[in-house]
Protein backbone atom coordinates (compact mmCIF):
# COMPACT_ATOMS: atom_id res chain seq x y z
CA UNK A 1 0.00 0.00 0.00
CA UNK A 2 1.60 3.39 -1.16
CA UNK A 3 2.49 5.74 2.10
CA UNK A 4 2.31 9.86 2.10
CA UNK A 5 6.16 10.81 2.43
CA UNK A 6 7.25 14.05 3.12
CA UNK A 7 6.48 15.68 -0.15
CA UNK A 8 2.77 15.52 0.55
CA UNK A 9 2.70 17.54 3.62
CA UNK A 10 2.95 20.71 4.25
CA UNK A 11 6.17 21.92 6.54
CA UNK A 12 5.35 25.22 6.48
CA UNK A 13 6.58 26.59 10.12
CA UNK A 14 6.46 23.21 11.06
CA UNK A 15 9.10 21.23 13.16
CA UNK A 16 9.46 17.53 11.47
CA UNK A 17 11.20 14.76 13.58
CA UNK A 18 12.84 13.16 11.30
CA UNK A 19 14.11 9.35 12.17
CA UNK A 20 17.12 9.01 10.26
CA UNK A 21 19.88 5.85 9.86
CA UNK A 22 23.54 7.98 10.67
CA UNK A 23 25.03 4.27 12.16
CA UNK A 24 28.36 5.51 9.88
CA UNK A 25 31.76 3.81 10.69
CA UNK A 26 34.09 5.75 12.21
CA UNK A 27 37.94 6.02 13.57
CA UNK A 28 39.49 7.89 15.76
CA UNK A 29 36.40 10.03 15.96
CA UNK A 30 36.39 10.53 11.85
CA UNK A 31 33.88 9.51 9.76
CA UNK A 32 35.28 6.61 7.36
CA UNK A 33 31.98 6.71 4.88
CA UNK A 34 29.63 9.26 5.56
CA UNK A 35 26.58 7.67 2.36
CA UNK A 36 24.51 7.33 4.68
CA UNK A 37 24.91 10.92 5.85
CA UNK A 38 24.28 11.86 2.02
CA UNK A 39 21.47 9.56 1.49
CA UNK A 40 19.49 11.50 3.51
CA UNK A 41 20.11 14.18 2.26
CA UNK A 42 16.97 14.77 -0.11
CA UNK A 43 14.38 14.59 2.79
CA UNK A 44 16.09 16.93 5.14
CA UNK A 45 16.36 19.62 2.19
CA UNK A 46 12.98 18.85 0.93
CA UNK A 47 11.95 19.97 4.41
CA UNK A 48 14.29 23.17 4.70
CA UNK A 49 13.42 24.34 1.10
CA UNK A 50 9.69 23.98 2.07
CA UNK A 51 9.74 26.44 5.02
CA UNK A 52 10.17 23.77 7.60
CA UNK A 53 12.78 22.74 9.97
CA UNK A 54 14.03 19.50 11.17
CA UNK A 55 15.09 17.80 14.24
CA UNK A 56 17.22 14.19 13.47
CA UNK A 57 17.38 11.32 15.74
CA UNK A 58 19.56 8.77 15.57
CA UNK A 59 21.87 5.51 16.75
CA UNK A 60 25.24 4.99 16.51
CA UNK A 61 26.98 1.73 17.18
CA UNK A 62 26.13 -0.73 19.81
CA UNK A 63 25.90 1.27 23.09
CA UNK A 64 25.86 -0.06 26.88
CA UNK A 65 22.98 1.97 27.32
CA UNK A 66 23.92 2.59 30.35
CA UNK A 67 24.59 6.64 29.58
CA UNK A 68 27.00 8.43 27.06
CA UNK A 69 30.08 6.74 25.22
CA UNK A 70 32.09 9.45 24.28
CA UNK A 71 33.20 6.96 21.45
CA UNK A 72 29.47 6.72 20.27
CA UNK A 73 28.12 10.50 20.11
CA UNK A 74 26.85 11.48 17.38
CA UNK A 75 28.70 15.33 17.38
CA UNK A 76 31.42 14.04 14.40
CA UNK A 77 27.89 13.62 12.46
CA UNK A 78 27.00 16.76 12.82
CA UNK A 79 29.66 19.03 12.10
CA UNK A 80 29.88 16.80 8.74
CA UNK A 81 26.13 16.87 8.07
CA UNK A 82 26.36 21.11 8.71
CA UNK A 83 29.26 20.84 5.79
CA UNK A 84 27.13 18.68 3.23
CA UNK A 85 23.96 21.00 4.23
CA UNK A 86 26.21 24.26 3.67
CA UNK A 87 24.34 25.57 7.02
CA UNK A 88 24.75 25.59 11.03
CA UNK A 89 23.55 21.75 12.15
CA UNK A 90 22.77 22.04 16.37
CA UNK A 91 23.34 19.15 18.51
CA UNK A 92 21.33 18.27 21.31
CA UNK A 93 23.89 16.80 24.41
CA UNK A 94 20.78 14.34 24.97
CA UNK A 95 18.04 12.62 23.03
CA UNK A 96 15.14 13.59 24.65
CA UNK A 97 16.21 15.56 27.63
CA UNK A 98 16.52 19.52 28.71
CA UNK A 99 19.10 20.28 26.15
CA UNK A 100 16.72 18.79 23.38
CA UNK A 101 14.25 20.50 24.78
CA UNK A 102 15.84 24.14 24.57
CA UNK A 103 17.58 23.51 21.52
CA UNK A 104 14.26 22.57 19.65
CA UNK A 105 12.13 25.37 21.05
CA UNK A 106 15.21 27.72 19.57
CA UNK A 107 14.95 26.31 16.28
CA UNK A 108 14.07 28.35 13.24
CA UNK A 109 12.71 27.64 10.34
CA UNK A 110 15.35 26.31 8.02
CA UNK A 111 17.07 24.80 10.95
CA UNK A 112 18.38 21.49 11.97
CA UNK A 113 19.27 20.25 15.04
CA UNK A 114 20.60 16.50 15.61
CA UNK A 115 19.95 14.58 19.01
CA UNK A 116 22.20 12.71 20.39
CA UNK A 117 22.45 8.72 20.27
CA UNK A 118 19.39 7.25 20.82
CA UNK A 119 20.78 4.11 22.31
CA UNK A 120 22.29 6.04 24.92
CA UNK A 121 19.30 5.64 26.62
CA UNK A 122 17.77 1.70 27.24
CA UNK A 123 14.40 3.26 26.52
CA UNK A 124 14.91 3.46 22.88
CA UNK A 125 15.80 -0.73 22.59
CA UNK A 126 12.47 -1.39 24.81
CA UNK A 127 10.12 0.95 22.78
CA UNK A 128 9.45 2.60 25.89
CA UNK A 129 6.72 4.49 26.02
CA UNK A 130 7.51 7.02 28.37
CA UNK A 131 10.58 7.73 26.28
CA UNK A 132 9.01 8.23 22.75
CA UNK A 133 6.37 10.55 24.44
CA UNK A 134 9.01 12.35 25.19
CA UNK A 135 10.50 12.34 21.81
CA UNK A 136 7.41 12.71 20.20
CA UNK A 137 6.28 16.28 21.96
CA UNK A 138 9.41 17.71 20.51
CA UNK A 139 8.20 17.68 16.55
CA UNK A 140 4.59 18.65 14.63
CA UNK A 141 5.65 16.01 12.04
CA UNK A 142 6.68 12.55 11.87
CA UNK A 143 9.20 10.92 9.15
CA UNK A 144 10.75 7.57 8.68
CA UNK A 145 14.12 8.17 6.21
CA UNK A 146 16.24 5.10 8.41
CA UNK A 147 15.24 2.03 6.24
CA UNK A 148 18.30 0.56 7.71
CA UNK A 149 16.63 0.10 11.02
CA UNK A 150 12.91 -0.62 9.83
CA UNK A 151 13.04 -4.08 10.98
CA UNK A 152 13.50 -2.66 14.45
CA UNK A 153 10.23 -2.15 16.91
CA UNK A 154 12.43 0.65 19.04
CA UNK A 155 10.55 3.57 20.29
CA UNK A 156 12.08 6.02 17.72
CA UNK A 157 10.52 3.67 14.94
CA UNK A 158 6.90 2.80 16.05
CA UNK A 159 6.49 4.00 19.04
CA UNK A 160 6.92 7.62 18.48
CA UNK A 161 5.13 7.58 15.17
CA UNK A 162 2.14 5.78 16.82
CA UNK A 163 2.30 8.31 19.59
CA UNK A 164 2.07 11.28 17.14
CA UNK A 165 -0.64 9.98 15.03
CA UNK A 166 -2.22 9.41 18.60
CA UNK A 167 -2.03 13.05 18.70
CA UNK A 168 -3.31 14.41 15.10
CA UNK A 169 0.11 14.44 13.99
CA UNK A 170 1.28 13.52 10.20
CA UNK A 171 3.33 10.24 10.11
CA UNK A 172 5.14 9.56 6.71
CA UNK A 173 8.18 8.26 5.01
CA UNK A 174 11.22 9.99 3.67
CA UNK A 175 12.33 9.72 0.22
CA UNK A 176 15.18 7.16 1.28
CA UNK A 177 12.49 4.45 2.94
CA UNK A 178 9.96 5.08 -0.35
CA UNK A 179 13.00 4.53 -2.95
CA UNK A 180 14.01 1.08 -0.43
CA UNK A 181 10.69 -0.22 -0.46
CA UNK A 182 10.05 0.05 -3.75
CA UNK A 183 12.83 -1.34 -5.07
CA UNK A 184 13.03 -4.00 -2.35
CA UNK A 185 9.29 -5.44 -2.06
CA UNK A 186 7.26 -3.96 -5.44
CA UNK A 187 10.27 -5.08 -7.91
CA UNK A 188 11.04 -8.91 -6.19
CA UNK A 189 7.14 -8.84 -6.30
CA UNK A 190 6.84 -8.54 -10.05
CA UNK A 191 10.64 -8.97 -11.56
CA UNK A 192 10.81 -8.77 -14.96
CA UNK A 193 12.75 -12.27 -16.13
CA UNK A 194 14.89 -14.10 -15.81
CA UNK A 195 15.28 -13.11 -11.91
CA UNK A 196 18.62 -13.80 -10.01
CA UNK A 197 19.42 -14.38 -6.68
CA UNK A 198 23.21 -14.21 -5.80
CA UNK A 199 24.03 -14.85 -1.69
CA UNK A 200 27.02 -15.10 -0.26
CA UNK A 201 28.41 -14.54 3.28
CA UNK A 202 29.08 -16.52 6.35
CA UNK A 203 25.99 -18.55 7.72
CA UNK A 204 23.61 -20.67 6.08
CA UNK A 205 21.76 -19.85 8.98
CA UNK A 206 21.57 -16.31 8.52
CA UNK A 207 19.89 -17.07 5.13
CA UNK A 208 17.76 -19.97 5.61
CA UNK A 209 14.11 -17.86 5.59
CA UNK A 210 15.36 -16.08 2.15
CA UNK A 211 16.36 -18.91 0.38
CA UNK A 212 13.26 -20.66 0.98
CA UNK A 213 11.56 -17.71 -0.30
CA UNK A 214 13.56 -17.21 -2.96
CA UNK A 215 13.37 -20.27 -4.38
CA UNK A 216 9.14 -19.59 -4.46
CA UNK A 217 9.90 -16.29 -7.01
CA UNK A 218 13.21 -17.02 -8.61
CA UNK A 219 14.77 -18.86 -11.96
CA UNK A 220 17.87 -19.42 -10.46
CA UNK A 221 20.30 -18.81 -7.14
CA UNK A 222 23.55 -18.35 -6.88
CA UNK A 223 25.47 -19.57 -3.84
CA UNK A 224 29.15 -18.26 -2.51
CA UNK A 225 31.01 -17.47 0.37
CA UNK A 226 31.18 -20.01 3.83
CA UNK A 227 27.61 -20.48 3.66
CA UNK A 228 28.58 -22.85 0.10
CA UNK A 229 30.79 -25.43 2.25
CA UNK A 230 27.70 -26.27 4.44
CA UNK A 231 25.71 -27.19 1.11
CA UNK A 232 28.88 -28.75 -0.43
CA UNK A 233 28.70 -31.05 2.99
CA UNK A 234 25.33 -31.84 2.01
CA UNK A 235 26.37 -33.34 -0.89
CA UNK A 236 28.85 -35.16 0.41
CA UNK A 237 31.83 -33.06 -0.65
CA UNK A 238 34.76 -32.85 1.32
CA UNK A 239 35.68 -29.22 2.63
CA UNK A 240 38.94 -29.43 4.50
CA UNK A 241 39.41 -27.12 6.85
CA UNK A 242 36.38 -24.69 5.39
CA UNK A 243 33.59 -23.10 7.70
CA UNK A 244 30.80 -24.68 8.26
CA UNK A 245 27.51 -25.31 10.37
CA UNK A 246 27.67 -29.06 10.54
CA UNK A 247 23.60 -28.20 12.61
CA UNK A 248 22.45 -26.44 9.21
CA UNK A 249 23.09 -29.77 6.77
CA UNK A 250 20.30 -31.30 6.88
CA UNK A 251 18.67 -27.99 6.31
CA UNK A 252 20.50 -27.40 3.47
CA UNK A 253 20.30 -31.05 1.93
CA UNK A 254 16.68 -29.99 2.39
CA UNK A 255 16.77 -26.89 0.23
CA UNK A 256 19.06 -28.97 -2.45
CA UNK A 257 16.85 -31.18 -3.13
CA UNK A 258 13.72 -28.70 -3.02
CA UNK A 259 15.25 -26.30 -5.11
CA UNK A 260 17.57 -28.87 -7.49
CA UNK A 261 16.69 -26.82 -10.78
CA UNK A 262 17.51 -23.81 -9.08
CA UNK A 263 20.34 -23.63 -6.72
CA UNK A 264 23.91 -23.01 -8.35
CA UNK A 265 26.73 -24.07 -6.17
CA UNK A 266 30.17 -23.52 -6.64
CA UNK A 267 32.16 -26.20 -8.68
CA UNK A 268 36.06 -24.99 -8.24
CA UNK A 269 37.50 -23.41 -4.88
CA UNK A 270 40.39 -20.78 -4.15
CA UNK A 271 41.79 -22.19 -1.56
CA UNK A 272 44.24 -21.67 1.37
CA UNK A 273 46.10 -23.16 4.35
CA UNK A 274 45.20 -20.53 6.09
CA UNK A 275 43.40 -17.36 6.42
CA UNK A 276 46.23 -14.91 5.15
CA UNK A 277 47.35 -13.29 1.92
CA UNK A 278 50.12 -15.11 1.91
CA UNK A 279 48.91 -18.58 2.44
CA UNK A 280 49.70 -21.60 0.40
CA UNK A 281 46.65 -21.40 -2.10
CA UNK A 282 45.57 -23.60 -4.86
CA UNK A 283 42.23 -23.88 -6.63
CA UNK A 284 40.62 -27.05 -6.70
CA UNK A 285 37.01 -28.19 -7.71
CA UNK A 286 34.39 -30.24 -5.65
CA UNK A 287 36.25 -31.84 -2.91
CA UNK A 288 38.97 -29.54 -0.76
CA UNK A 289 42.19 -31.42 1.04
CA UNK A 290 42.24 -31.65 4.39
CA UNK A 291 44.69 -28.70 5.81
CA UNK A 292 43.01 -26.51 3.46
CA UNK A 293 39.83 -23.94 3.60
CA UNK A 294 38.39 -22.73 0.63
CA UNK A 295 38.22 -18.93 0.90
CA UNK A 296 36.49 -17.80 -2.60
CA UNK A 297 34.84 -19.37 -5.53
CA UNK A 298 37.60 -20.54 -7.91
CA UNK A 299 37.59 -19.44 -11.68
CA UNK A 300 35.17 -21.52 -13.46
CA UNK A 301 32.63 -20.46 -10.80
CA UNK A 302 33.38 -16.78 -11.61
CA UNK A 303 32.99 -17.37 -15.47
CA UNK A 304 29.33 -19.58 -15.23
CA UNK A 305 28.43 -16.83 -12.03
CA UNK A 306 28.91 -14.17 -14.61
CA UNK A 307 27.47 -16.25 -17.67
CA UNK A 308 23.92 -15.97 -15.86
CA UNK A 309 24.21 -12.65 -14.36
CA UNK A 310 24.20 -11.34 -17.89
CA UNK A 311 21.77 -13.34 -18.95
CA UNK A 312 19.19 -12.08 -15.71
CA UNK A 313 16.89 -9.62 -16.15
CA UNK A 314 16.72 -8.39 -12.36
CA UNK A 315 19.58 -9.15 -9.76
CA UNK A 316 19.16 -9.41 -6.18
CA UNK A 317 22.83 -9.62 -4.68
CA UNK A 318 23.15 -9.85 -0.46
CA UNK A 319 26.54 -11.14 0.60
CA UNK A 320 30.04 -11.84 -0.98
CA UNK A 321 31.53 -14.55 -2.78
CA UNK A 322 34.81 -14.68 -0.63
CA UNK A 323 36.85 -13.20 1.92
CA UNK A 324 36.28 -10.11 -0.21
CA UNK A 325 38.97 -7.86 2.53
CA UNK A 326 41.47 -10.28 2.18
CA UNK A 327 43.23 -10.15 -1.76
CA UNK A 328 43.45 -12.55 -3.85
CA UNK A 329 40.25 -13.79 -2.34
CA UNK A 330 38.39 -11.01 -3.41
CA UNK A 331 38.32 -11.98 -6.92
CA UNK A 332 35.22 -14.15 -6.96
CA UNK A 333 33.40 -10.93 -5.22
CA UNK A 334 35.24 -8.92 -7.65
CA UNK A 335 33.59 -11.10 -10.39
CA UNK A 336 30.39 -10.89 -9.70
CA UNK A 337 30.40 -6.67 -8.81
CA UNK A 338 31.23 -6.32 -12.24
CA UNK A 339 29.30 -8.78 -14.19
CA UNK A 340 26.17 -6.90 -12.55
CA UNK A 341 26.94 -3.84 -12.82
CA UNK A 342 27.51 -4.73 -16.73
CA UNK A 343 23.92 -6.57 -16.69
CA UNK A 344 20.73 -5.25 -18.45
CA UNK A 345 19.12 -5.38 -15.42
CA UNK A 346 17.49 -4.46 -12.71
CA UNK A 347 20.12 -4.93 -10.27
CA UNK A 348 20.15 -4.53 -6.26
CA UNK A 349 22.56 -4.54 -3.78
CA UNK A 350 21.00 -5.71 -0.34
CA UNK A 351 23.36 -3.59 2.60
CA UNK A 352 25.80 -4.70 4.46
CA UNK A 353 29.56 -6.47 2.81
CA UNK A 354 27.96 -6.41 -0.32
CA UNK A 355 27.18 -3.04 -0.32
CA UNK A 356 30.64 -2.12 1.22
CA UNK A 357 32.28 -4.12 -1.96
CA UNK A 358 30.52 -2.60 -4.26
CA UNK A 359 31.32 0.51 -2.90
CA UNK A 360 35.26 -0.29 -2.74
CA UNK A 361 35.21 -1.38 -6.04
CA UNK A 362 33.98 1.78 -7.32
CA UNK A 363 30.56 0.36 -9.21
CA UNK A 364 27.52 1.64 -7.23
CA UNK A 365 26.64 4.18 -9.89
CA UNK A 366 26.61 1.25 -12.74
CA UNK A 367 23.76 -1.04 -10.61
CA UNK A 368 20.40 0.19 -10.21
CA UNK A 369 19.92 0.26 -6.45
CA UNK A 370 22.41 -0.30 -3.23
CA UNK A 371 20.66 -0.55 -0.03
CA UNK A 372 21.12 1.29 2.97
CA UNK A 373 20.29 -1.89 5.36
CA UNK A 374 21.47 -5.20 5.70
CA UNK A 375 19.06 -6.47 7.99
CA UNK A 376 16.48 -4.86 6.99
CA UNK A 377 17.12 -5.99 3.10
CA UNK A 378 17.07 -9.51 3.99
CA UNK A 379 14.24 -9.74 6.17
CA UNK A 380 12.69 -8.11 3.24
CA UNK A 381 14.01 -10.79 1.19
CA UNK A 382 12.47 -13.32 3.54
CA UNK A 383 9.17 -11.85 2.41
CA UNK A 384 8.51 -9.45 5.91
CA UNK A 385 6.39 -6.79 6.55
CA UNK A 386 7.88 -3.70 8.71
CA UNK A 387 5.26 -2.59 11.84
CA UNK A 388 7.85 0.85 11.60
CA UNK A 389 6.31 1.28 7.80
CA UNK A 390 2.77 -0.32 7.82
CA UNK A 391 1.54 2.15 10.63
CA UNK A 392 2.78 5.55 8.66
CA UNK A 393 -0.29 7.85 6.78
CA UNK A 394 -1.64 5.78 3.79
CA UNK A 395 -2.05 8.39 0.83
Known sequence: MAKKTIA?????????????????????????????????????????????????MSHLGRPKGTGPEPSLSLAPIAQRLSELLNCPVAFATDAAGDDARAKVAALPSGGVVLLENLRFQKAEKK????????????????????????????????????QMKADGKPAVCGFLVQKEIRYLSEVISSPERPFLAILGGAKVSDKIVVIDN?????????????????????????????????????????????????IMLPIDHHCGDRFASDATKQVVENNIPNGFQGLDIGPKTQEIFAARIRDAKTVVWNGPMGVFELPPFDAGTRAV???????????????????????????????????????????????????????????
Not at 346 to 371: C, N, P
Open 214 to 262: LLEICDAILIGGAMAYTFALARGHAVGNSLVEPDFVDQARGMLERGSDK
Open 8 to 56: DIDVTNRKVLMRVDFNVPLRDGMITDDRRIRMALESIESVLSGGGSVIL
Open 127 to 162: GDADFAAALANLGDIYCNNAFGTCHREHASMVAVPR
Open 337 to 395: AEAVAAADATSIIGGGDSAAAIQELGLADQVSHVSTGGGASLEMLEGKSFASFELLDDR
